[in-house]
């Protein structure tokens, strides 16, 4: 290994999230307008070869784990030969919408790929189409099951609730992934929506959602790792469920994550507001330890925390579905 990936602040860098789009198939109101964004020109797109290239890199500087994400990971072209090469340097993940999991679950479970997280808002499906403008449910659903069938495993959930939108299913969606062996992750929603709707004062908040769900259950919290969610061991274990508490119970101190955009910027945080662009000495024929320098400059510069809670706090230019989710 020439060197860890280190900041200012004494935290390595260990795990990448790789951006594979920014296109979708949905449109989550809380995500992307419903005419879409203004997507990146194909020739800015990384390569497989490129992706492949920086992940090694990567991993020669203590990289470990890698989830692949966007967008929607799974509408890139030849995904399981992508995930078949990086399968090999490091441990891979996936977060997707679920739609086309029935056709490449297995697929990509033979290239290597370990886990996926599914978003899933609601079980109801009239409520599905409203939230994601798009009347594909049933997909989902088909998803989660070809993911468990195809030895993925953990399936994990990720919920997103919204006040006055699906905050009455905290406990019914907790109750269906129980039935069902799935692992669900409340994820706090996040000032990233490019419609600039994110309000903190009615955002459902991580204590908020327990409360909710330790009216039904009995929560017993497992020891925090680095890991952005904290889990609770559901009515004694071993069903588990998380919550990721990003802005009311930020974990920027133990942050081990770094993230590449599909158009191959690297960035430090969700919330940064600068990128260093990884694409334009690659293409111009960097060596590998020229891009190791690259990417180690841009870790030292990573800030403490991301800052939602400070009163010059901007959102970042780029949406969650460009940065990477
Ligand atoms: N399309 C894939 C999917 O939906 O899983 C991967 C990308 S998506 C941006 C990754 C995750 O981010 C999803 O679970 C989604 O619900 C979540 N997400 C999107 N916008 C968010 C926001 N503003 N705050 C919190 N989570 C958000
Ligand atoms: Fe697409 Fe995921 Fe954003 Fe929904 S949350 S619009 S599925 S990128």
């Not at 086309?100 to 297995?106: E, M, S, V």
């Not at 997103?160 to 799935?182: P, T």
């Not at 334009?280 to 991301?306: C, F, I, N, S, Y």
């Amino acid at each position: 290994m020439t060197a860890m990936l280190l900041d200012t602040f004494g935290r390595a860098a260990t795990d990448m999230r790789v951006s594979l789009t920014d296109k979708c198939n949905l449109r989550c109101t809380y995500c992307m307008p419903a005419e879409g964004l203004p997507w990146l020109p194909a020739p800015e797109l990384l390569t497989d070869d490129e992706i492949v290239r920086l992940v090694t890199v990567a991993a020669s500087m203590g990289v470990t784990t890698v989830r692949l994400t966007g967008g929607e990971p799974l509408i890139r072209p030849g995904l399981p030969g992508l995930v078949e090469r990086l399968a090999s340097l490091v441990e891979l993940s996936l977060t997707t919408n679920g739609l086309g999991l029935t056709k490449l679950a297995q697929p990509l479970a033979d290239a290597g790929l370990r886990r996926v997280n599914v978003s899933l808002d609601t079980l109801r499906p009239e409520r599905f189409l409203s939230l994601t403008r798009r009347d594909r449910f049933d997909d989902v659903i088909a998803g989660l099951a070809a993911a468990t069938a195809a030895g993925l495993s953990p399936v994990k959930v990720n919920t997103v609730l919204m006040r006055g939108v699906n905050d009455d299913e905290a406990g019914d969606l907790l109750a269906w992934c129980l039935d069902h062996g799935y692992e669900l992750r409340f994820i706090e929603q996040m000032p990233l929506d490019p419609q600039h709707g994110w309000d903190r004062s009615t955002m459902v908040a991580a204590d908020e959602i327990l409360e909710m769900l330790s009216g039904r259950h009995e929560l017993t919290p497992c020891e925090r790792g680095t890991a952005p969610a904290e889990v609770w061991l559901v009515d004694g274990g071993p069903a588990r469920v998380g919550v990721v508490g990003s802005v009311t119970r930020p974990f920027c101190g133990t942050c081990d994550r770094i993230r590449l955009t599909a158009d191959g910027q690297l960035r430090t945080c969700l919330f940064a507001r600068e990128e260093s662009d990884l694409r334009a000495p690659l293409r111009a024929g960097a060596t590998d330890a020229e891009l190791a320098v690259r990417m180690q400059v841009a870790v030292r510069g990573k800030k403490a925390g991301h800052g939602i809670d400070d009163p010059d706090f901007l959102q970042p230019d780029r949406p969650m579905s460009a940065i990477g989710g």
